[in-house]
């Protein structure tokens, strides 16, 4: 479909300043005041259309600074008028809690210089925080599709005031089932409200989704496909299974940021607890882990003081770290749209990045097939630990196989019982009514030690 669509190239010289773009003052100080100078290519073609108030449609690399794209001229044109509660006037829709939170980091800062509000609501963190910050009142909503529906149909959001309507990544919310939930979404936004839509690719449900809801929209295009940019470099290993492993955890124990990437949750938890026994500090990244969970492997894969960060392709769209110049497919992808994304997490926003794909002589006829559907051309060799190309290629170098020890949580502290109250019934405690020994747990010898010495004892008798 982009092929009957007037398309703009997104130029990458000579670009105007964000106050050429025609963004207010304040917003171009507050940008300054964060260390952002210069816009990115897609923000230089994208800001004045989302200005002027045009629909837009976008496609760009991941990386490639998208969420300023659509967040400040949303701050722009939201700024100046209260924010109301439960009834958001920006709209931006995302398929994973990761990216949601990722949005959210991006946008709030500069928001909360211009006095608009941001709300993230995402599956997987407390719904009851949600409603309350909702209650408070918010210009601009962070939503996944599943969770807004939840909350809207407990009368805790309504969409009737909202002026923006953001899809971000609506190729992957369509390719987790999303876009019906999306389309309700819409159908409860007014029909002459602006539609901002990015996606990495425009075919079947996505194309749908634009001829129904976009008017008229400017249509904006990188030059080059995620995969294909000139910062980043493509290449196939041929491994024996059995020497797999060892191969992945030379590579893990090179300098800097690695993202390895794996079929399954399972796989994750295997790979990451293996090479830490290898003397690698890794992490791991997927669905079944708790939302606290998740935020603290990603912040230590942040830091640094988690270098390897072993995750599952349903974290693959909400991994947004700086600096990660490797990304290893230990277990390929299923098509060449997931190795793009899986590849887009290095060489973000012109840094450089390497990326290498496994393949053991079982699994090589179908990685070929995915190479093509995603168009690349990777440099091919055999390889197993302690190669000198490996080296070359990805910094590999023998792990320390000192087992690293993960630092244990703090327990919670224990609540604190206020002198009088009765303190939470616990299975020590036991049901009420129910028969316990003496002194074992009970209300009198927890609060007050003392009490027994003025009770008096019964006299036995014999």
Known sequence: MWDDLPVRIVPTEDLPSFRELGLPSAVVSALSRNGIESPFPIQAATIPDVLAGRDLLGRA????????????????????????????????????????????????PLAQARSVSVRLVAGGLPIQKQIQSLERGVDV???????????????????REVEVTVLDEADHMADLGFLPVVRRLLDMTPARGQRLLFSATLDGDVATLVESYLTDPAVHALHSAEASVDTMSHHL??????????LVASIAAREGRTLCFVRTKHGAERMARNLSRAGIAAGALHGGRT??????????????????????????????????????????????????????????????????????????????????????????????????GVAAVTGARRPSGVAVVEKPQKAPKAPRVEHGARPERTRQNGPRGARRRPGAGTATSTRHPQAAERRPRRARTH
Do not use: W
């Open 141 to 159: 909503l962070v939503a996944t599709p599943g969770r807004l529906i939840d909350l809207i149909e407990r009368r805790s959001c309504d969409l």
């Open 291 to 388: 939302q606290a969970q998740r935020n603290r492997a990603l912040a230590a894969f942040r830091d640094g003081s988690v270098p390897v960060l072993v995750a599952t392709d349903v974290a693959a769209r909400g991994i947004h770290v700086d600096d990660v110049s490797l990304v290893l497919h230990v277990d390929p992808p299923q098509d060449g749209k997931d190795y793009l994304h899986r590849s887009g997490r290095t060489a973000r926003a012109g840094e450089s990045g390497t990326v290498v794909l496994l393949t053991t002589p079982a699994e090589e006829r179908a990685v070929r097939k995915v190479l093509a559907e995603a168009g690349v051309h990777p440099e091919q060799r055999d390889a197993v630990a302690g190669d000198t």
């Open 61 to 108: 690399a991941t990386g490639s600074g998208k969420t300023l794209a659509f967040g400040l001229p949303l701050i722009a044109r939201l700024e100046g008028s209260p924010a109301n509660p439960r009834r958001p006037r920006g709209l931006v829709l995302v398929p994973t809690r990761e990216l949601a939170m990722q949005v959210t980091d991006a946008i709030a």
């Open 237 to 246: 290993f041929r491994v024996p299974f059995e020497a797999k492993f060892d």
